[in-house]
Structures are given as structure tokens and as C-alpha cells.
């Protein structure tokens, strides 16, 4: 299984981006799929899930409002909207996917996630 994240760039505050995750080699609808982020110096921190079948999502309290996270099953695409950017938003996104644990929804931990994608930059200067 391999997902290609992209869409990152340098925008200025209060802009908007959307992301994507492509997933190839695995049956999409089978996983809970999640984007986190990464900021320099600091770890690894859950920001939006979506259930496999696409009905429920949940966020970060820091993006709540801002950001959405959706996903188009025939597409095996994940997006996530970012809209009214922070310089605080600045770090490595990364979109995950969950395929065998039990969780009903998807998880907020690093560890409850399979596979990874290898992360695209997003840079908001103030």
C-alpha cells in the first residue's frame, strides 16, 4: 500500500490549500484515513479523521472550523481543506491510513495507523 500526499506550498496568512493523499495498492474503503502534522521541533500531533465509510469526521480543537477533511472512495483520494491558515499551522502534513485495528473511528495516535505518506510542506508566512 502507498499513499502520495501533495498540495503543500507557501501561502500567506489567512489563505487556503487543499491536500491530497492517492492510495493505490489496497482496497481504499477499508481505511479510516487521518492527516497530522509535524512542526519543527515539536512531535507529530493528529489534526482530521474520517471513518471508512466517509460518515464521520473529527479534528484537532486548533483547526476546528478551518479545516475539513473529506475523501472520495471511487477516487481512493483523501483531501483536507485548509482554510484561514496560521503561521502556526507551518509544518510537514502527513495523511495516514488505518486498516487493522478495531477502532469504529479513526484514531488520534500515530501508533493506531498502518501506513504513511511521506508528507508535503505547508508553509503560512504572517
Known amino acids: 500500500v502507498q499513499l502520495q500526499a501533495s498540495g503543500g506550498g507557501l501561502v500567506q496568512a489567512g489563505d487556503s490549500l487543499r491536500l491530497s493523499c492517492v492510495v493505490s495498492?489496497?482496497?481504499?474503503?477499508?481505511?479510516?484515513m487521518a492527516w497530522f502534522r509535524q512542526a519543527p521541533g515539536k512531535e507529530r500531533e493528529f489534526v482530521a479523521g474520517?471513518?471508512?465509510?466517509?460518515?464521520?469526521?473529527s479534528y484537532a480543537d486548533s483547526v476546528k472550523g478551518r479545516f475539513t477533511i473529506s475523501r472520495d472512495n471511487y477516487k481512493n483520494t483523501a483531501y483536507l481543506q485548509l482554510n484561514s491558515l496560521k503561521s502556526e499551522d507551518t509544518a510537514v502534513y502527513y495523511c495516514?491510513?488505518?486498516?487493522?485495528?478495531?477502532?469504529?473511528?479513526?484514531?488520534?495516535?500515530?501508533?493506531?495507523?498502518?501506513?504513511w505518506g511521506q508528507g508535503t510542506l505547508v508553509t503560512v508566512s504572517s
Open positions: 495516514a491510513a488505518d486498516y487493522s485495528s478495531s477502532l469504529l473511528s479513526p484514531g488520534t495516535m500515530w501508533g493506531d495507523y498502518d501506513y
Open positions: 495498492g489496497g482496497i481504499f474503503i477499508n481505511y479510516h
Open positions: 474520517i471513518r471508512r465509510s466517509g460518515g464521520g469526521t
